[in-house]
């Protein structure tokens, strides 16, 4: 079967930086997206990785190595507001979108 | 350019009762997923519609079912309602063609459907 393997809940200090990892087994492979939910909210698009690397959007970062079917989510300078669940979310053949369970990130001061 | 859109916002229905939820899309795209979200749970995919097309179907029974219009607008309906179908209903709309590209969905804000 299709998954995504990714923590169910990480915790960091405000200002420090945190990594989110997403392993995936999927049936074919076009890309892998990240998304932020802040609780009773929408999840909300952050990045997309089609080809290995990172790629870099302000403070959050995202990476790819499709070699090793994995990626993460890298945020940094981390604040309060960043304190919600991190999706990762895999684009695969016969346009299917497989999602991970979900990352909670709790943020201390 | 005005966000997805989804109505309602909030809805009671009674067990055994059917219901139908709205998604408008962002102009110009034309994929439309729904999305099943339950406290502390991921998202379940229900279903994705393309052209009016349905392009993919989730492990969900048959009392879900779905449709899309000519102009891309989609409603999710849900017959003989069960307290385990109180979620938070999204949809997700695309601008996605026939090629992935460096694209993302755009979320509704959700139905939140409570079933008594």
């Known amino acids: 079967g299709q998954s995504l393997e990714q923590p169910s809940e990480v915790t960091a200090v405000e200002g420090a930086i945190v990594q989110i990892n997403c392993t995936y087994q999927?049936?074919?492979?076009?890309?892998l997206s990240w998304y932020q939910q802040h609780d009773g909210g929408a999840p909300t698009f952050l990045s997309y990785n089609a080809l290995d690397g990172l790629e870099e959007t302000g403070r959050f970062s995202s990476f790819l190595s499709r070699s090793d079917s994995y990626g993460y989510l890298l945020l940094q300078e981390l604040q309060m507001k960043d304190s919600a669940s991190y999706f990762c979310?895999?684009?695969?053949?016969?346009?299917?979108?497989?999602w991970g369970a979900g990352t909670k990130l709790i943020i201390k001061p | 350019k005005a966000g997805v859109t989804q109505t309602p916002r909030y809805l009671i229905k009674t067990r055994g009762q059917q219901v139908t939820l709205s998604c408008s899309p962002i102009s110009g795209h034309r994929s439309v997923s729904w999305y099943q979200q339950t406290p502390g749970q991921g998202l379940q995919f229900l279903f994705e519609y393309f052209s009016e097309t349905q392009r993919n179907k989730g492990n969900f029974p048959g009392r879900f079912s779905g449709r899309q219009f000519s102009n891309s607008r989609s409603e999710m309906n849900v017959s003989t309602l069960e307290l385990g179908d109180s979620a938070l209903y999204l949809c997700?709309?695309?601008?996605?063609?026939?090629?992935?590209?460096?694209?993302?969905?755009?979320f509704g804000s959700g139905t939140r459907l409570t079933v008594v």
């Open positions: 999927t049936s074919g492979f076009y890309g």
């Open positions: 997700a709309s695309s601008s996605l063609g026939e090629l992935p590209a460096n694209y993302g969905y755009t």
């Open positions: 979310a895999v684009y695969t053949t016969g346009y299917q979108l497989i």
